[in-house]
């Protein structure tokens, strides 16, 4: 498994330490807590009825930021549902995947210049659309990678296999991250496969794989930032795999952890906190204080709350609307229903 | 104009295409070197090169998803699913993505695909591979559904179909692919993908049919003029969505309808095109509407397939009951 920092934040692989400035660790640093923040607000908001569909990302922080700090603004995401940070922090407004928890269609229009596909509720589906859009990137001549995100239960899917097996058969700069956070909901990782690693199983579609702490963010971001050089200088897709956790249920639809996780298995997995060890990182080097953390959480909050004022003043969606949307050009029998559904809608 | 069969004439339409927009591109199993199994594919990959025309892994759900991953780059791919039966391995790629990408990123995404694949019986293929099954897609919103039954009308809908911008599954059925020849003009040109077409006038029976059972209708038609029964072959073309105006037009002609499919009768096009016409033309009908369909079964084996599949006797049949309601 591959490891820069330790559970205390010490960096014990001082080769592999990435180029990074004090501003870029900081920035890291910044996304990590911000990113904890909305997490938590969102399990809260989710818990007073006020979200819709939402999966809790604390603890995979490292895995989320660092892999996407490691990606180019230019590059494409292809996230599954859980994957909401990583579209953040590539310009996708807060309010919007609020929208998208709710299930209102405005939630779905990335805005223009964001690379992103919206998030995906099959599992798998993301990864065979990966292989065509990196594919299309490498058509298209673009010096872009693809990068996409699936979880332990997501690498037992057929579309994973195909989709690794295509990019490595078309040599396309995909990058394909599972995180493993140890569940799919209830079932754990070691009763998904036999198979030691899941980053092995980039063996099998002749591309290269890599086993990651997906608790150190600064591991996260150094062999992401490696795959997405391979991928644009067209030496092929990578598959890594971050070992990480998910401190909260799988959604917050009913899932209840405690009936298939002990108290010491999350304890044990807290003592290798993301954050915790990236801020005694920091602290050494005097690139860290409680009260720039307590900035950011403040920061988050009223972002929050700005965010969730402007989701209350976005009116409800029509079926008349729905209608619209469901094509390019409407065909007959949407045309009829939609004279239906506005006649309905301006009588209420 | 040239003679063409509907397989030239559909090789015909994705070179027209591929000639005309860059973007255009073709890919599947077996359709690049070889020219795909029913040659459909002929020639394309050496006019216009591997880049645009290519072979892919076999796999059919990997063939679906990289269809939509070239759709949001900018590519308008045409997909070949080599039988119809394999479409089950790609069904989340066309029902669950493909089908809803405008819908659910609000019209920020398209998926401009062309999914082209072989169906339809009476050419003794193994099973999984002549299976009509249409009326699962026509069940998904978001996805047009488009049969040809002639040269001509291969090539203007396939070529519509590579022009859309919302998803199109193209189905091509094997028994006329080299069965019949027709004229095609050698331009290029495009058929409104929503509209049915008129196949035969006349004004004491409306049928309606697509693919190949537009063939047995039009030579029951025939027969039935023999003892002076004039039946209307409606040709629906596209059968998700139907262009219900035409039908309702002609029943409300002729007052009797038979709604013709290969497919077995449980669900289906036939269902609903029946239902239809008993809710927008009740009172213009002086029978019940019937339907003309294979059993609910699985597709038989070959030894059965000619009993099972629906025939022009069959149609001259039911017209004749309905006609003597």
């Not at chain 1, 999966?55 to 994957?83: C, F, L, N, T």
């Not at chain 1, 929208?99 to 209102?104: E, I, N, Q, T, V």
């Not at chain 1, 980053?199 to 702490?213: F, P």
């Not at chain 2, 645009?52 to 679906?64: H, K, M, N, Q, Y």
Request: glycine share 8%; aromatic share 8%.
């Amino acid at each position: 498994m591959f490891q820069i920092l330790d559970e205390d934040g010490k960096v014990v692989n001082e080769d592999a330490m990435p180029d990074l400035s004090d501003e870029q660790l900081q920035e890291i640093m910044y996304r990590m807590v911000y990113t904890r923040v909305l997490d938590q607000r969102a399990v809260s908001l989710g818990r007073q009825g006020r979200l819709g569909f939402y999966a809790p990302v604390a603890g995979q922080e490292a895995s989320m930021i660092g892999s996407h700090y490691a990606i180019d603004k230019e590059d494409w995401i292809a996230p599954g549902y859980r994957d909401i940070p990583q579209l953040l922090w590539h310009g996708y407004p807060l309010w919007q995947s609020y929208l998208f928890s709710k299930g209102h269609y405005k939630g779905g229009q990335m805005p223009e210049g964001v690379n992103a596909l919206i998030p995906q509720i099959i599992i798998g589906a993301q990864i065979v659309q990966t292989a065509g859009v990196a594919l299309g990137l490498k058509k298209k001549g673009k010096s872009q990678a693809v990068i996409t995100y699936t979880g332990d239960g997501g690498a037992s899917q057929g579309d994973f296999y195909e989709g690794l097996n295509f990019a490595g058969a078309f040599h396309v700069p995909a990058i394909f991250v599972v995180q493993n956070n140890q569940y799919a909901i209830s079932v754990p990782a070691d009763e998904q496969t036999a198979a030691e690693t899941i980053a092995q199983k980039a063996v099998a579609a002749g591309i290269e794989g890599i086993q990651v702490d997906g608790m150190d963010t600064l591991a996260v971001y150094a062999a992401t930032q490696k795959a997405r050089q391979n991928a644009v200088d067209g030496n092929g897709p990578t598959l890594i795999e971050t070992l990480c956790y998910r401190y909260g249920p799988h959604s917050l639809s009913g899932d209840d952890p405690t009936r298939y996780r002990t108290s010491e298995e999350d304890d044990e997995w807290e003592k290798r906190d993301p954050l915790v060890r990236f801020r005694k990182y920091l602290e050494s080097k005097d690139l860290w204080s409680e009260e720039k953390e307590n900035e950011i959480v403040d920061e988050a909050k009223a972002d929050v709350k700005a965010a969730m004022k402007e989701v209350e003043e976005t009116p409800r969606q029509k079926v008349s609307e729905l209608i619209e949307i469901m094509g390019n050009e409407l065909p007959n029998n949407l045309q009829e229903q939609l004279e239906e559904y506005r006649a309905k809608e301006s009588s209420e | 104009m040239a003679e063409m069969t509907m397989i030239k004439a559909i090789t015909d339409a994705m070179r027209t295409e591929l000639k005309n927009n860059e973007d255009v591109l073709l890919f599947g199993e077996d359709v690049g070197y070889y020219g795909g199994v029913f040659r459909a594919t002929e020639g394309l990959q050496k006019e216009f090169g591997e880049d645009r025309v290519f072979d892919t892994p076999l796999a059919e759900s990997g063939i679906g998803g990289l269809a939509i991953g070239l759709g949001v780059t900018g590519f308008r791919p045409i997909m070949e699913i080599q039988f119809i039966g394999f479409m089950y391995e790609v069904m989340d790629g066309l029902a669950g993505q493909m089908s809803r990408m405008h819908y659910r990123t609000g019209g920020y995404y398209s998926s401009p695909i062309t999914v082209r694949a072989p169906f339809g019986g009476g050419v003794k293929t193994p099973e999984l591979h002549p299976d009509s099954l249409e009326g699962l897609m026509a069940q998904t919103p978001g996805i047009r559904v488009v049969v040809p039954s002639t040269p001509y009308d291969a090539k203007g809908l396939l070529i519509s179909s590579i022009r859309s911008d919302d998803p199109v599954f193209y189905l091509e059925h094997m028994k006329l692919y080299r069965s019949l020849k027709g004229e095609v003009p050698e331009e290029a040109y495009t058929i409104d993908l929503d509209k049915a077409d008129i196949k035969r006038e006349g004004d004491d029976i409306t049928f309606v049919a697509y693919g190949a059972m537009v063939h047995s209708a039009l030579k029951a038609a025939d027969q039935l003029s023999e003892e002076n029964i004039e039946a209307e072959v409606i040709d629906l073309r596209t059968v998700s969505p139907v262009d219900l105006d035409t039908i309702v037009e002609s029943v409300k002609k002729t007052n009797r309808a038979v709604v013709i499919q290969e497919a077995q009768r449980q669900a289906g096009v036939a269902a609903g095109i029946s239902a239809e016409i008993s809710e927008r033309a009740i009172l213009h009908l002086e029978a019940p509407v019937a339907r003309v369909t294979a059993p609910d079964t699985v597709y038989p084996f070959a030894s059965d397939e000619d009993v099972w599949l629906p025939d022009h006797n069959d149609i001259i049949e039911k017209a004749k009951a309905t006609i003597d309601f």
